[in-house]
Nanobody, 124 residues
Framework: QVELVETGGGSVQTGGSLRLTCVAS????????MAWYRQAPGNEREFLVA????????YYADSVRGQFAVSRDNNRNEGYLLMTKLKTEDTAVYYC?????????????????WGKGTLVTVST
């Protein structure tokens, strides 16, 4: 099982950008597909994007397609989420997750490992 730690959260003004990093340890990161989720106060966890082991196949939720971009560097055991044109409604705790499933990408939320999350606050 891989251990995940998210970094890069913080406060930003509307229209700004942030890049989140997901640092993996404990297992070979390239053996896992990954995904990013978020949970805003009072809301359920929301799927954002999934990325396969190679980093070549992605699947974005409609809510963030064109605004967020996912990538990974298996040599560094890191995944990334670049968030642009941020809006107040993007305020949430952001989580990365990893799956050892045989599926190329997993969007069901049935992941093997989760990070503890990083808070992103977008204000006017």
């Amino acid at each position: 099982q891989v251990e995940l730690v998210e970094t890069g959260g913080g406060s930003v003004q509307t229209g700004g950008s942030l890049r989140l990093t997901c640092v993996a340890s404990g297992s070979v990161f390239s053996g896992f597909s990954m995904a990013w989720y978020r949970q805003a106060p009072g809301n359920e966890r929301e799927f954002l994007v999934a990325l396969d082991r190679s980093g070549l196949m992605t699947y974005y939720a409609d809510s963030v397609r064109g605004q967020f971009a996912v990538s990974r560097d298996n040599n560094r055991n890191e995944g990334y989420l670049l968030m642009t044109k941020l809006k107040t409604e993007d305020t949430a705790v952001y989580y990365c997750a990893a799956s050892a499933s045989a599926q190329a990408i997993v969007i069901s939320g049935d992941m093997d490992s989760w990070g503890k999350g990083t808070l992103v606050t977008v204000s006017t």
